[in-house]
């Protein structure tokens, strides 16, 4: 029964909208990567964080810092950007959002423009190979680096949406949120929203930064990657949460993460549960899950399992992912045929 379970989580249709690339690398990459670069010492328990384990959300990045020492070298990025696309290929994903901030690295003569062209290039080749799933990627903004780079990114991001042909789309908010405040990134975010770039948003990921929250709402972001600490019952508040829900603006949604990342207690007091209560829009995603050790039909699984979701349910969570993804409208209805196409055989 577990098998069947497994495998009706596998071939449901997904999309997956917040993955950060440096996140979701497999450990099999990883030991790749690890065995080419021996003199850096790393253990694979340096680099995931596994079943029953749990870190705080500042040792989850220092994970990073190690895996950024991976993955130095313009031939890293392309090995790891077309082994994560296959490998959510294989998990049944069909449509991918990637983020991922563009990084320097002078010893290695990696340039923050090399670094995205590789994505872009892996992107493609994946394409060409004939790998079953649509990508388009984001280009993210650390948040500790401070304004001026925040908005060197934007214009990057401008470059690359008109140069890609429409693979890169928006841009992501991210890094440790614990650093900088929201208002200074505005101007920046700003810019990108009036140049049609999408914006996906890390809002609310720890508690009491209701202030900061409010105001980058007030742009509004398109999604918002987590929103644990929205609603009043968490120290949010009953005027975030009529905000989000006014301008409609989907949460992505990723329970493990928040497990091991150690912001949400259990898996039964996750937020799905309130915001899919007010039918409002949830993704279901991953967020890293290379490091959380995990793939999207397990996150899928876990929901369906930890709030009692009927198949239906199910299906309807998955299918809603499209309309929330930043594909343009001619992919969306493709993906909407695919997802009727695919319910009729793995039902029949
Ligand atoms: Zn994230």
């Not at 449901?12 to 917040?18: I, M, N, S, Y």
């Not at 948040?143 to 990114?153: K, L």
């Amino acid at each position: 029964m577990q098998d069947e379970a497994d495998l009706f989580y596998r071939q449901l249709p997904k999309v997956e909208l917040h993955a950060h690339l440096n996140g979701s690398i497999s450990s099999a990459t990883m030991q790749r990567l690890v065995a080419q670069k021996p003199h850096l010492h790393i253990q694979h328990s340096m680099t995931a964080i596994n079943r029953g384990q749990r870190r705080t959300l500042d040792e989850c990045f220092q994970v990073f810092e190690v895996i950024h020492q991976l993955t130095d070298r313009v031939e890293d990025i392309f090995t790891v950007t077309t082994d994560v696309i296959k490998e959510f290929a294989s998990d049944g994903v069909k449509y991918l959002e990637l983020r991922s901030t563009p990084r320097e690295e002078k010893s290695t003569g990696l340039t923050k423009r090399k670094y995205v062209e590789t994505v872009l290039e892996a992107i493609k080749h994946c394409k060409q190979e004939g790998v079953d799933v649509e990508v388009r990627f984001l280009v993210a903004i650390d948040r500790r680096h401070g304004p001026e780079v925040a908005m060197e990114t934007v214009k990057m991001a401008e470059d690359f949406s008109v140069s890609s042909d429409g693979v890169v789309v928006g841009l992501d908010l991210s890094g440790d949120p614990t650093v900088g405040h929201g208002k200074d990134l505005i101007p920046s975010l700003q810019r990108a929203r009036n140049s049609g770039l999408k914006l996906a948003l890390h809002l609310a990921e720890v508690p009491s930064q209701q202030e900061e929250t409010q105001l980058l709402l007030s742009l509004p972001p398109d999604r918002i990657g987590h929103g644990t600490f929205l609603h009043p019952e968490v120290g949010g508040s009953q005027e975030l949460v009529d905000t989000v829900m006014k301008k409609c603006i989907p949460l992505e949604l990723c329970m493990t993460s928040n497990i091991k990342g150690q912001t949400v207690s259990s898996y039964d007091k996750h937020h799905f549960l309130y915001w899919n209560n007010l039918g409002h829009p949830c993704v279901l995603c991953t967020d890293d899950k290379g490091v959380f050790a995990t793939e999207l039909s397990q996150e899928y699984q876990l929901a369906a399992t930890t709030f009692n979701l009927s198949t239906a349910e199910v299906w309807a969570l998955s299918e809603q992912a499209i309309d929330c993804s930043f594909a343009p409208e001619s992919i969306k209805q493709d993906l909407r045929r695919r997802w009727a196409q695919l319910k009729r055989e793995i039902h029949s």
